[in-house]
């Protein structure tokens, strides 16, 4: 019924708010995973000309554009809380991203749950 009335409010386009917050939620949940794991990770790994790369797979489901521009505010939030680091968006289909795990290439992953089962 709510999306009835906020269909007829919008001049009949439908509105769907559920996605952003939920993106929100999981942008959080990853920055607190990261935060949580980075004393262990940055312990191990070596920093090269000053500065620690960070690849992190995320699934992209859209354009890769997209996924690039809604997560590299999490990624810079990122590099500037953790120094001598810097986290990048790799954006990936699914058969990317078997290639890029086998090969090694990701430090962190971001994906649906389902996919990886």
Not at 27 to 48: I, R
Request: hydrophobic share 45%; charged share 20%.
């Amino acid at each position: 019924m709510m999306r009835i009335r906020q269909a007829r409010q919008s001049g009949g386009q439908r509105l769907d708010h559920s996605g952003g917050a939920l993106h929100r939620l999981l942008q959080w949940v990853f920055a607190l995973v990261c935060a949580l794991a980075a004393p262990t990770v940055f312990a191990e790994a070596e920093a090269t000309a000053g500065q620690q790369i960070h690849k992190v797979g995320i699934t992209a489901f859209r354009d890769k554009s997209v996924t690039v521009r809604e997560w590299q505010p999490t990624m810079d939030y990122l590099s500037a809380m953790i120094p001598g680091s810097r986290f990048e968006v790799v954006p990936l289909s699914l058969p990317e991203f078997e290639i890029a795990l086998a090969r090694r290439e990701l430090d962190f992953v971001l994906t649906n749950p389902s996919t990886t089962s």
